[in-house]
């Protein structure tokens, strides 16, 4: 249990490992991904694509927890790059699908050798990778759910 001499130490913030943990793996991206034309947002879009195939912007932003203001100007953005494109449902004119070009589906190739290289400068092996994602999203999770369905708690010393 923390004391209060500590409670508020940088280092004990699970939002800060979080966070700076963050930081450190986009940096570790973006050469891999400047090989590609890529931004990092650009490709967690491309990798939903590429697992689900066609997308609504409202479907991707729940799966990227992106909200459409965000995803627009993304997508447009891979649109003139010619890796995707954007068009209206023919369901519902006011839903926008997102689907892989051509050029998007052959960027793939390249984009798998991505996860090899991740875990070999992370430092760990496959299984200790899988465990901390599995334990990340349980979190993630958790903290979405009970966003959505607590009351947030107050500033009191009993916290």
């Known amino acids: ?7 508020l130490d940088l280092d004990a913030q699970l939002c800060f490992a979080l966070y700076s943990s963050s930081l450190a793996m986009t940096k570790v991206y973006k050469p891999l991904l400047a090989e590609l034309g890529l ?9 939903a694509l590429w ?3 066609t997308l609504g912007v409202g479907e991707l932003g729940a799966r ?3 909200d459409s203001g965000t995803l627009t100007p993304l997508t447009k953005r891979l649109q003139a790059l010619g890796l995707l ?14 689907s892989l070009t051509p050029a998007g589906k052959r960027l793939r190739a390249r984009a798998e050798a991505i996860p090899r290289c991740i875990l070999q ?9 899988e465990s901390l994602t599995r334990e990340l999203q349980a979190l ?5 759910a009970r966003v ?4 947030a708690p107050t500033l009191t010393p009993e916290n």
């Open 39 to 47: 931004t990092y947002p650009q490709y967690l879009v491309m990798l």
């Open 140 to 144: 993630r999770d958790q903290l979405v």
């Open 121 to 129: 400068l992370s430092g760990c092996d496959l299984p200790a990778i």
């Open 85 to 98: 494109q954007r068009q209206r449902s023919e369901r519902d004119e006011r839903h926008v699908e997102l």
């Open 51 to 53: 697992q689900h195939g």
């Open 1 to 7: 249990m923390k004391t209060p001499a500590n409670i």
């Open 64 to 66: 990227l927890f992106l």
């Open 148 to 151: 959505a369905t607590e009351p």
